[in-house]
């Protein structure tokens, strides 16, 4: 295992930003090339608990010589979010002092503009050389995996339909309970990412990226961070890198992937009509059917009427619940995973900003 570092100069006096770079060199030719990244919304760490023991496997695989394409990793890949402390709670998801998420505005490139990222870095706030380095990285690989986690969740990703049902195998070795099938091109890093390929010749949309993968897993919750869940999924993440070739383990068999793929329109995402305190009556993981009741929120407490009821639009699965207790109008419960469209017309691109 090589360690190398990305150094970013501060956008004031004195600071300094280091993000360590983990690279193992492959022994095969034509072995697809790896890139693992988590926390780029900083707080979100059960990937970087599942770098750090998929990283124990790669070692001992090192030695035995079973890394067959280059793997690059960065457990953590946002030391700016990271350091963003307000007022006792940490904001890793935006930017402070652009109020930009850090997982949005990565560059809308040709793969054949990839070096184009870090020219002249000297020109970009910190946290924009930051997501050209990063993006940069991953455009040198085949196999992209970019590890997030949702609130309350369970264990999902979202994958663009280029990539599908190719990219079961992931579901299946990571022992997804759902994939989201986004057809999009937002700015988040994965959809950078794929953009670039589909665009390698530009004003010429490649619908399929056969070989190719850009995801972001979803690792169930913030909380989820445990040593025997993140040592499953860092099993999980090998048996991946088995069946691809990029590690040599002829003992990885993988069951199909049999859990739902939902397009993004079919999710329902279950909003609070008004503000208050939500008591939830249902869980993430638990399937509900059309009209059960989902949450109750008590907008007037202590008053008559003074609740009202959500309930479920159509038959689904519960993939994530907010944690939050104190809802805003319009602020977002649940999503449902359904098996018809929503009614509800969706924006072109991410569920969430
Ligand atoms: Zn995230």
């Known amino acids: 295992m090589d360690i190398t570092e990305i150094v970013i100069e501060g956008d004031t006096a004195g600071i300094v930003w280091r993000l360590p770079v983990l690279h193992f060199a492959g022994n095969k030719a034509g072995a697809p090339k790896i890139y693992i990244q988590a926390a780029l919304h900083a707080g979100e760490l059960p990937g970087t ?32 979010g990271a350091a963003q402390s307000h007022f006792g709670e940490m904001q ?29 870095l000297e020109r970009y706030p910190a946290v924009d050389r930051l997501k050209r380095q990063l993006i940069h990285m991953a455009l040198g690989a085949d196999l992209v995996i970019d590890l997030h986690c949702d609130d309350e969740s369970l264990q999902y990703a979202y994958i ?48 399929r990226l056969p070989g190719k993968l850009s995801v972001t897993v979803e690792l169930r919750g913030t909380r989820d961070v445990y040593p025997e869940m993140a040592t499953q999924d860092a099993e999980g993440l090998w048996r991946f890198l088995a069946v691809r070739g990029a590690v040599c383990d002829d003992s990885v068999h993988l069951a199909a992937f049999a859990g739902p793929a939902v397009p993004l329109d079919n999710v329902e995402m279950i ?29 007037a407490p202590g008053m008559p009427d003074g609740t009202i009821e959500v309930r479920a639009p159509q038959d689904g699965l519960i ?8 809802v805003r109008r319009r602020g977002d419960l649940m999503k449902i995973g359904s098996d018809k469209p929503s009614s509800v017309v969706r924006k072109p691109g991410t569920l969430e900003d």
Request: proline share 4%; hydrophobic share 45%; glycine share 6%.
């Open 49 to 80: 608990a599942l770098i750090h023991f998929l990283c124990e496997r790669l070692r001992k695989a090192e030695a035995e010589g079973a890394i067959q394409g280059d793997i690059t990793v960065v457990p953590h890949a946002n030391p700016i």
């Open 92 to 120: 890793g998801r935006f930017d402070l002092g652009s109020r930009t998420n850090f997982n949005r505005d990565f560059p809308l490139i040709s793969l054949r503009d990839r070096d184009l990222l870090i020219e002249n």
């Open 160 to 207: 663009d339909e280029a990539f599908w049902p190719e990219a079961s195998d992931l579901a299946a070795a990571l022992k997804m309970d759902a994939v989201l099938l986004s057809d999009g091109e937002s700015s988040a890093f994965e959809e950078a990412v794929s953009f670039a390929w589909k665009y390698e010749v530009p004003g010429e949309k490649k619908a």
């Open 271 to 299: 909003r609070a009509p008004q503000a208050g305190t939500v008591l939830f009556h249902r869980n993430i993981g638990e399937r509900v059917v059309e009209g059960d009741r989902l949450a109750t929120i008590i907008t």
């Open 319 to 326: 993939v994530t619940r907010v944690s939050d207790r104190l």
